[in-house]
């Protein structure tokens, strides 16, 4: 487990795996349990789940507390959100749906250039040198705070190299159920050309040296491709969702336990897409 966000940020972008999964619950008795599972980082998310700022500031201190940065997916690639996440304690930003290069930058300028703000921040960013001092009290900053960015559509594909190319960005997070939509395979994580585009995508980011990782929240063969994504360098595991795997060993136990005694198992239920 990893205790300071600094060094987390560093380890994003090296080969050792950091660990962690979608926290959706935010139960106070949750913060302790998470604690002792082994888990690098938590996964926050507002773009799917419905958080008020408040309550992601107190679970993003809560799990900083315990030392497991918090990293926090706003709602879109809106800069002031990246803000609002950052002043409520994230250890760091995952961007939604981003697809092209400038998106990024324009999150670089809010992530990783605080506290530099309007003219000042857009002439920073259009190539205008800083000061010495403050210079190196903005990359000081930028050290504790991690930008990642959601790769989940056939254009982000399309752009990727642009999208690893820009100075700032610390690695990226593939979104399956929106990338096999948009490459027109939608919820089929066994077809050949979702595979090849996961393995794209973490083989260009990682020979970057930035952060790759999915979100592997389907239940099927989600294990094997996790082991298939690390052996190619994915460095960042989301794995799965604490409502996920709450319904899921719920599901198993209850339907061992109405086999044993001659009842009938709960029907199927709809997947979670995340």
Not at 67 to 82: C, K, M, N, Q, W
Not at 161 to 187: K, M, Y
Not at 256 to 262: I, P, T, V, Y
Request: with cysteine; aromatic share 6%; glycine share 8%.
């Amino acid at each position: 487990m990893t205790g300071a966000p600094k060094a987390f940020v560093d380890r994003l972008h090296g080969a050792v795996r950091l660990y962690g999964t979608l926290i959706v619950s935010p139960s106070p008795h949750w913060v302790p349990v998470v604690a002792g599972l082994g888990l690098d980082f938590v996964f926050i998310d507002t773009e799917h789940i419905p958080l008020d700022r408040e309550k992601v500031a107190w679970m993003c201190q809560a799990y900083r507390a315990v030392g497991l940065p918090p990293v926090v997916r706003i709602t879109s690639t809106d800069p002031f959100e990246a803000c609002v996440a950052l002043d409520g304690g994230a250890a760091g930003i995952i961007a939604p749906y981003v697809e092209t290069a400038e998106q990024v930058r324009t999150l670089v300028g809010a992530v990783k250039k605080r506290p530099l703000k309007g003219q000042r921040l857009m002439q920073h960013l259009a190539g205008a040198p800083l000061e010495t001092d403050l210079r190196d009290y903005v990359a000081k900053g930028a050290a504790h705070r991690a930008l990642i960015v959601n790769i989940e559509s056939a254009p982000a594909l399309a752009a990727l190299d642009e999208i690893l190319a820009v100075e700032g960005l610390d690695g990226v997070l593939i979104g399956p159920h929106d990338l096999s939509t948009s490459l027109g395979v939608p919820e089929r994580y066994d077809h050949p050309r979702y595979l090849a585009a996961c393995d794209e995508i973490i083989a260009k980011a990682r020979a970057r040296s930035l952060s790759a990782g999915v979100h592997a929240v389907y239940p099927t063969d989600r294990l094997d491709h996790e082991e298939h994504w690390a052996q190619l360098g994915a460095n960042f595991i989301v794995h799965a969702a604490d409502i996920l795997l709450f319904a899921e060993g719920l599901r198993r136990e209850l339907g061992d336990l109405k086999a044993r005694l001659g009842d009938s198992p709960a029907a199927p239920s709809a997947n979670l897409n995340i």
